[in-house]
C-alpha cells in the first residue's frame, strides 16, 4: 500500500485504523494459538517488506491477552488488508457467535492510536518481538464490530450440534495441551512424588522447583478426570483437598476452568471426560459445574472457577494461594517470562521441555503425548477470511510456532479431523 502525504496527514489526526479502515480485518475464536496468530500476521508483514506493530491491552512483555490489534506497514502478504483486529476473550466459538455470517453478535476490538505507549522487546511466547514492535493501549475496545470468523480447537459440532460441518476447514495444524498447576501445588507434587507413598515418580536428585521434563511432577489422567468431572458427593474426592494430591492436608484446590465456549475447555473435556462419547453407553461424564465450591466443616475445600479466557487462566494459575491447576495450550511457556505458573506431566509424560522458547510439541510429534487435537477455521460456506487462508500458509515446521506442529506434515500422528477419534499413526 502506497500511503500519500493526504493519508499520513489523516493518520496523525485520527489515528492509525480509522485511516486505514478499509485494511481491517476481525477475528475472534480460540485464545490457544493466538500468539501463532501474533506471530504469523508478522512473518505476512515482513515477506511484503513491511513493519510490525503489535498494540495490545496490557503491558507484558511475555503474555499477549485476550484482545490486540497487528498493524503492517503495507498491506499483508497475499491480502489487501494491512490491519488484523483480534479478540479471543471468549474463546473458540465466538469464532461462529460473533462472525458476521454466522451468530453476528457484535464484540469490541482494540484500536490503535498515537497515545499507545511503546514497550520493550518481546519475553518468552512473545520472544518474536523487537523492542518498540509492541505498544500498549489500555483496556478500552472502542470498535465494537463483528468478527471474519476465526479458530476452533475442536469442531464446531462439540459447541453446538446444530452447526453445519460444511462451515468448517481444517486449518492444517495440530494443538498440543497441558495441565499447568501454580507454583504451591507443584512445589508440594514434586516433593510427594520424591516419596514411596508419592510413587517415586521425581527423582530424589531433582532440585525443589526444577522445570526440565524429568523433574517435573506428574498428574493422572484419573486424577484430572476426578478433579473436573460433576461428583462433588459428601464421599467426593474433592473434598478432599490437597490430600488427594499431596497424600496430606487439607488445601483447598481451585479448578481454573474455561467457559464451554472454549475450545481448550471442550479439549480437556473431551481428552478427560470422554465428551465424544455420546449414547447410553458412550461414557461421556459430565463437567463439574462452573462456580462449585465445596467445603467440609466450614472450611472450602475444592472451587471451580470460570476464567474468560487463556489469560485470565494464566493469572488464576499464577495465585500461590492453595493449590490450582487448570489446562493451557502449549504455546504458553512461562519460562523466561514473568508468568510463575508451570506445566505438569500427564500419566508421566511431558508435553513441556521446562525450557524458554521450546516447541513444546516434541513427544506429541512422536505420539508418546497425546493431548493434541487439529484446530479447524470457521468458513461459511466454506470460503474462509483471506487472512485466515494467509496465516494457514505462513506457518512453519519447527520451534518456532509453539505448541502447534503441521497436521500430517511434521508427524504421522493426528486424529484424522475428528476429535472424538483417538490420536494414532495414520
Known sequence: MNISKIMIAAIALCGVSQAMAAGVTRLTGASASSVNVARAAK??????????????????????????????????????????RVNVAGGSETAVINASLGGNVATGFLVPTGACTALGAGTGSLAFLAAGEMRSCGTTLADNATSNGGFLDVEGQFFN??????????????????????????????????????????PAACAAGDVTAACQPSLSKAQINTLINNGTGTSSA???????????????????????????????????????????????????PAGTSLSVGGTVRYAAVVNSGSGDVRNCLNDATGYRFGVLSAENNPIGGSDSYRFV??????????????????????GRYDFVYETVAYCPGGTCDPFIDAIAGVLPAGASTPGLFLTGVESKFGRGGNSAVPYSSR
Open 345 to 366: 506431566r500427564v500419566n508421566e509424560v511431558a508435553a513441556a521441555e521446562g525450557v524458554a522458547g521450546s516447541s513444546q510439541t516434541a513427544t506429541a510429534i512422536t
Open 161 to 202: 450440534p446444530a452447526y453445519s460441518a460444511e462451515d468448517f476447514a481444517s486449518a492444517g495444524f495440530s494443538q498440543v495441551f497441558g495441565v499447568a498447576v501454580n507454583t504451591t501445588l507443584y512445589n508440594a507434587l514434586q516433593a510427594f512424588q520424591k516419596t514411596a507413598a508419592g510413587g517415586n515418580i521425581v
Open 43 to 84: 512473518v505476512l508483514c515482513t515477506n511484503a517488506g513491511g513493519t510490525y506493530t503489535l498494540y495490545k491491552t496490557t503491558t507484558s512483555t511475555s503474555s499477549l491477552g485476550n484482545q490486540f490489534t497487528g498493524v503492517c506497514s503495507v498491506d499483508f502478504e497475499n491480502t489487501t488488508l494491512d490491519q488484523i
Open 238 to 288: 474433592k473434598r478432599q483437598g490437597g490430600a488427594f494430591l499431596t497424600g496430606s492436608g487439607t488445601t483447598a484446590i481451585t479448578y481454573c476452568m474455561r467457559p464451554q465456549t472454549s475450545g481448550t475447555q471442550q479439549a480437556a473435556q473431551l481428552y478427560f471426560l470422554n465428551y465424544g462419547g455420546n449414547g447410553s453407553l458412550g461414557g461421556k461424564q459430565t463437567i463439574v
